[in-house]
């Protein structure tokens, strides 16, 4: 079993940045990827940002690519999402997830652990 905490989370105004963390425990993240993912209102899960604790790679959606950055912490069991020049569009609930894999993926499914989230606010 893994548990996963997302703390950072708040309201920023449009152009501002934010950092994301998820903590895990349970079970070492050293054999987990790990994912971001986002729900706004009205509107289904989607994927943002993953990387793989084995490969070291990683992968973005094309909406938060190049203003996002995934990165990790193995040795605190911490996976952060760094969003910089956020937009008015970024504002959801975002979502921390694990699965037992060795490299990133973008399909929800594949994840087998998932966080209560936290919410972002970005005012334009």
């Known amino acids: 079993q893994v548990s996963l905490v997302e703390s950072g989370g708040g309201l920023v105004q449009a152009g501002g940045s934010l950092r994301l963390s998820c903590t895990g425990s349970?079970?070492?993240?050293?054999?987990?990827?790990m994912g971001w993912f986002r729900q706004a209102p009205g509107k289904e899960r989607e994927f943002v940002a993953a990387?793989?604790?084995?490969?070291?790679?990683?992968d973005y959606a094309d909406s938060v690519k190049g203003r996002f950055t995934i990165s990790r912490d193995n040795a605190r069991s911490t996976v952060y999402l760094q969003m910089n020049s956020l937009k008015f569009e970024d504002t959801a609930v975002y979502l921390c997830a694990a699965r037992g894999g060795l490299h990133p993926s973008s399909h929800s499914s594949d994840y087998l652990y998932w966080g209560q989230g936290i919410q972002v606010t970005v005012s334009s």
């Open positions: 990387i793989s604790w084995g490969g070291d790679t990683t």
């Open positions: 349970g079970r070492t993240f050293s054999t987990l990827a």
